[in-house]
């Protein structure tokens, strides 16, 4: 996912994506002599798909780092249970990633797989609705018994009965063949079936010519303190390749080119949202030339942030696991008092009790950095699910006017330059500031052109050291609430500052001194001075692509950039203008918001929530903006949203 | 960036002799008259130039409540939080400036009610805090409701039929909690008080002093059994480190252990058992005794309620062992190196 809207390299690459299944060969079929036949594709889909316990998510990783290190482009969706081990066999249980990976440009992770990889018979019943006719599915048979059958309602065998006749159906016995190749290891069954996952990799890998090297090196690492157990993994991997290679139902093998005209010159890994924003932070930090402090609680989409910021204490960074949410904000806020670059994470729930101590953050005017990764709710709602509904919560989710500015990141690499634009604004305005960031975006992981040190923005601050005031008689005095008359900013002075000696609160304050002061023109005077501090941050136009001069105008915010991007590829490619524009920040909003949306006819706003956005937009600029929602905990597929913007312009 | 880098390595020493006078702030003090929150204010006025510490290297965090108003009248840094969160806001000051003194001002409904979550995680951390309990058994600040300390029983305007929940001893609490430094001291005693503060701040890591502080209008009287000359011998136990626990007239009253249970219990002092008296240990490992001599007060009459400190150990401070982390992370790994951070191990080239 690496284009922008407006790249002159636009293909309507996913124009014709599931309306028919299967690999699609565009360009030449090259039949070897005797050979096995090596087709070539632009771009696949391919679903690991099997029990929590099965491995799917690493054996997706693994594919991911070698199609990253081949040079596609690519773009993945873990979709797991909240569940840590669901009752095995069973259909809550199952666990899934997808990954769709190309020779050009491409910006989700696919609407539906070309490839199933089904470990078990849950497996196949979870997914087989999203697989269309004339895909591949790879089976286990060694798990189509009659119990792990009859436990997700399979009367008969689907590899028997003929419910699969439509599909490309490869039936191979993954178990046994994995325990038969791991018999001089002197395992036990149990031991040697686990690395099952790694001989379905190993055959994938084969069928689509990925490189290995690194899979081996991975497996030698993370198996480091049991040797055995590496080389073990290593043996299954390589049986699954050879297995590709030898047996005969696999009579084809393909390539996927690099992409190598999708990215500009440069260095590049392949990332998630939560390490993009882990660095991001790291980055801000030194680019502020402040200790970064995380006072956080565990929390699903989240945690991965406190884990990654634990592992990196050689740059200075403090990480404090709290007692909980509250406390977690409420330490970073007491580190922000004395000078850190603070920040807190979590999701829509530890929000909601971080809700007070955020408009403690909003009086004091403190730097803050307030990280939600949103997943679906109300309440405990859908822990491993993603959803965009915390959007009026962060604007609005405060008693009193507490206004807090927000920002979004569009994709998972782009959370990285999300984390420092959102440390700006802390720092610049001295102010809480939220990242809307969630779960699809927290565990995809895309492509990333890794940045020079040397490219990143200069955040540093001065803190205040001497007085700001001059009283009438001639004395100097510091006042903690005199504002930068430009940002509206207050001083930033630290504990252990000689002479500055001062004290916050959240009582109101008044203005200058900063003493408690109820007086009632006070009072007014700073809601509107807060209020028209954020208001007054500055944050770039908003450019709206439009090639052709369209009536219509697609409107989103964070994760769906790449599902608006490519449904409005297909509506391109199709003949149909329309114009997209996509908001990071979502407050303020850009200056000339209000100007972009008045150029169209009709603005249609997709969101992962009840129209959250598009609520906005109609109250602030009375534009009759359509909305068009969904909120199933999973990202819009571009089909659907094509359809759906093409029946907006119709409508 | 060496000048912030700078700010945040101050040594926290005083340059000149201080006095009373350069820790009041120019704030008007808008306790209600006869408050006991006047008398330790003064006290902790009046003691801090003895640390010898620089005033702007002190920061005193409060939460809310009436007693949480005490940072406005310090001449010091200050923050006046939220309800109940002063110990985690003062955890995140403490853990990232070591170079600060961070006090806590709190009181039982601040502490021990909303914040109670965030009180008992302070004192098993360690952090390197002193925190000021004041504790007058009743919500000041709402007008009057009982609090978490609050006699079973209590008529107020929320419990007009008495209240019905049975009391947190903070002593006992903080013990429980693990805590390295528990004392406990009274607002009019401004001597003891003073040595007890003192005791405190002396003390690393984190010092739980619960202060009974006497409210004089929603509440007034409720330690007076301490205070008055001839009551108090009946009720309160001063005990000091390395001396037999004795109190009453003519320290006619002594505290042993019983053979039998093990318990703490109070008994005349007799010729036969003046050898068996218990000698206050303040730093004895074991917080067994310290929990059982917590134990002895009775919450309704406050009978045989110690006073003094009740226990000082040392253990790892949080703040310590988390710089410490810092250090040795640099020592194993190098100072972090932000291009190969990003860069990563598993990256490729794009030739233009």
Sequence with gaps: ?651 | MAETNELLQLVPKAEAKQSMKDFKSDQEVRWCPGCGDYAVLAAVQGFMPDLGLAKENIVFVSGIGCSSRFPYYMNTYGMHSIHGRAPAIATGLASSRRDLSVWVVTGDGDALSIGGNHLIHALRRNVNLKILLFNNRIYGLTKGQYSPTSEVGKITKSTPMGSLDAPFNPVSLAIGAEASFVARTVDSDRKHLTSVLRAAADHPGTALVEIYQNCNIFNDGAFEVMKDKDRAQEAVIRLEHGRPILFGTDDSKGVVRDSLTGDLQVVAVTEENRSQILVHDAHAPSPTTAFALSRLADPDTLHHTPIGVLRDVERPVYDTLMADQLDTAVEQQGKGDLGALLAGNDNWTVAG
């Design chain 1, 1 to 651: 996912m690496t284009s922008q809207v407006s790249s002159p390299a636009e293909q309507a690459d996913e124009a014709s994506e599931a309306l028919v299944g299967g690999q699609r060969a565009p360009q030449s079929a090259t039949a070897g002599n005797g050979e096995k036949e090596i087709r070539r594709l632009d771009r696949v889909i391919i679903r690991f798909a099997g029990d929590s316990g099965d491995g799917m998510q690493l054996t997706g990783d693994r594919f991911t780092s070698e199609t990253a290190s081949f040079g596609n482009d690519l773009s993945t969706l873990p979709n797991f249970p909240a569940e840590i081990r669901a009752p095995a066999g069973t259909l809550p249980g199952v666990s899934s990633f997808q990954l769709h990976f190309a020779d050009h440009d491409i910006l989700t992770p696919g609407d539906a797989p070309n490839v199933l990889v089904a470990m078990n018979p849950a497996a196949l019943k979870a997914n087989i609705a999203d697989v269309p006719r004339g895909a591949d599915i790879i089976v286990n048979t060694d798990e189509f018994t009659k119990r792990p059958m009859a436990k997700v309602g399979y009367e008969t065998s689907p590899l028997e009965d003929g419910s699969l006749e439509a599909y490309q159906v490869h039936p191979v016995p993954l178990t046994t063949l994995t325990i038969e190749a791991l018999k001089e290891f002197g395992l036990s069954r149990k031991e040697a079936e686990r690395s099952k996952n790694m001989f379905a990799l190993g055959l994938l890998s084969w069928m689509y010519h990925r490189p290995t090297e690194n899979t081996e090196k991975f497996l030698r690492a993370k198996f480091a303190k049991k040797p055995q157990i590496a080389e073990a993994n290593v043996a299954a991997f390589r049986a699954g390749w050879n297995f590709g290679e030898t047996t005969e139902d696999f009579a084809v093998s393909y390539e996927v080119a690099p992409a190598t005209h999708a990215f500009p010159t440069g260095t590049y890994r392949n990332i998630s949202g939560n390490l993009a924003l882990s660095y991001g932070l790291i980055a801000a930090g030194r680019q502020a030339d402040l200790p970064l402090y995380l006072g956080s609680y565990p929390i699903t989409p989240a945690s991965d942030i406190l884990h990654e910021l634990s592992r990196h204490k050689n740059f200075g960074v403090r990480t404090f696991q709290a007692e909980d949410e509250i406390a977690g904000i409420g330490a970073a806020l007491g580190a922000a008092f004395g000078g850190s670059l603070a920040v807190t994470t979590t999701s829509g729930p530890g929000v909601a009790l971080k809700s007070e101590t955020i408009g403690l953050a909003v009086s004091l005017e403190l730097p803050l950095l307030i990280i939600d990764i949103q997943r679906g709710g109300p309440s405990t709602g859908l822990p491993t699910k993603t959803e965009q509904a915390d959007l009026l919560q962060a604007m609005y989710g405060r008693n009193g006017e507490a206004p807090v500015p927000i920002v979004a990141p569009k994709t998972p690499a782009d959370c990285f330059d999300a984390a420092l634009d959102a440390a700006r604004i802390a720092l610049t305005y001295r102010t809480p500031v939220f990242l809307l960031s969630d779960g699809y975006l927290a565990n995809g992981s895309e492509p990333w052109r890794i940045p020079e040190v040397d490219e990143l923005p200069d955040l540093r601050v001065q803190f205040t050291q001497g007085p700001n005031h001059e009283l009438a008689d001639g004395t100097e005095v510091f006042w903690p609430y005199k504002r930068d008359p430009q940002t509206l900013a207050r001083p930033w002075a630290v504990p252990g500052t000689p002479g500055l000696e001062h004290r916050i609160g959240g009582i109101e304050k008044q203005d200058g001194t900063g003493n408690i002061s109820y007086d009632p023109a006070n009072h007014d005077f700073m809601v509107r001075t807060r209020q028209a501090k954020v208001d007054g941050i500055e944050v770039p136009d908003l450019e709206a692509d439009d090639p052709a001069g369209a009536k219509t105008l697609v409107l989103g915010w964070g994760s769906t950039y790449g599902p608006i991007t490519a449904a409005v590829r297909r509506l391109r490619a199709a003949g149909q203008p329309i114009a997209q524009a996509h908001l990071r920040h979502l407050n303020p909003f850009p200056r000339n918001l209000g100007e972009v949306l008045k150029r169209y006819d009709k603005v249609v706003v997709p969101e992962m929530n009840l129209g959250q956005l598009a609520m906005l937009i109609r109250a602030k600029y009375l534009v009759d903006a359509h909305s068009y929602t969904q909120v199933n905990g999973m990202p819009f597929k571009a089909e659907q949203l094509a359809t759906a913007l093409q029946e907006a312009i119709d409508g």
